[in-house]
């Protein structure tokens, strides 16, 4: 997907967390808070706290996507405290599940929606997140199916293609994903030229001052995430035309 935007030069701030209940936590395209939770615990609400303190230092934060693809927990009471605090806030919210979100993350995504605090994207919890009937069936209000093992890959590198994105070729050799390149190279176009009479083999571009490349930016292609950062980014467009 290339409507999704750009990611900003560098990703602002990234939380190292492993073994905490929030996995990351970093900025995509300058002004989205992205929040990758692995379990609902009593110390959530406090690592979502200051992750968002450390990410709006230097960003001024447009909206914020909440994570909750494979995550459980059974702390039912931090899940509800922790629905309050984004209820009260003020920025648009997208709550990424699916079918592994489960238990308290289950409730809060739950939660989130019945408050109308923000929109639900992927694909709807399993039978099992419903806790024996205590928490709703949740249906995602934008529903992206996505295999389990991409998800899974997407998670750790939303940037870059999944193991089995190439299995379903549009033509040979041609991803969905990835656009086709013209491996031509310079040098070839430059003799091409000259056998053609149109330059001397004393100029051309691989004789011009060389210019420093800018650096190529790097598209999402989690499509749950995408569709997430474009809800935020066109949000951030509406406020700003009405302000």
Same mark, same amino acid.
């Given at each position: +997907? ?17 073994? =905490? ?8 395209? =300058? ?9 609902? #615990?009593?110390?959530?609400? &406090? ?19 909440? &994570? ?12 509800? $405290?922790?629905? &309050? +605090?984004? *209820?009260?806030?003020?920025? /648009?919210?997208? !709550?990424? *599940?699916?079918?592994?979100?489960? #238990? @308290? ?11 109308? @605090?923000?929109?639900?994207? %992927?694909?709807? /919890?399993?039978?099992? @997140?419903? $806790?024996?009937?205590? !928490? /709703? ?6 529903? *992206?199916?996505? &295999? ?13 293609? @999944?193991?089995? +994105? ?20 310079? $040098? ?15 100029? %051309? ?9 800018? /650096? ?8 749950? +995430? ?7 980014? #066109? ?9």
């Amino acid at each position: +997907m290339t409507l999704v935007g750009l990611l900003s030069a560098q990703i602002s701030s990234q939380a190292d967390t492993t073994g =905490s209940a929030l996995a990351k936590s970093v900025v995509l395209e =300058s002004n989205v808070e992205y929040l990758q939770v692995s379990q609902i #615990g009593k110390d959530l609400g &406090d690592e979502i706290c200051a992750a968002q303190d450390t990410l709006s230092v230097s960003n001024t934060i447009a909206g914020i996507i909440l &994570d909750l693809r494979f995550a459980g927990g059974d702390d039912f009471d931090s899940a509800k $405290a922790i629905a &309050d +605090m984004f *209820v009260s806030g003020k920025l /648009p919210l997208a !709550i990424l *599940v699916n079918g592994r979100t489960r #238990g @308290a993350s289950a409730a809060l995504a739950a939660d989130l929606r019945e408050k109308r @605090a923000g929109l639900v994207f %992927g694909s709807a /919890p399993g039978p099992d @997140a419903s $806790a024996g009937g205590k !928490i /709703p069936l949740l249906q995602p209000d934008v529903s *992206v199916p996505v &295999d389990e093992d991409d998800e899974r890959s997407f998670q750790q590198n939303p940037f870059g293609p @999944a193991p089995q +994105m190439d299995a379903h070729p549009v033509v040979a050799g041609k991803s969905d994903f990835l656009p086709f390149v013209d491996h031509t190279t310079e $040098a070839d176009l430059v003799r091409a030229k000259i056998k053609d009479g149109d330059q001397d083999e004393n100029s %051309g571009p691989q004789f011009a001052p060389k210019q420093p490349s800018a /650096p190529q930016p790097q598209v999402i292609r989690d499509p749950v +995430m995408a569709r997430a950062v474009d809800l935020i980014k #066109g949000l951030a467009v509406v406020r700003a035309s009405h302000s």
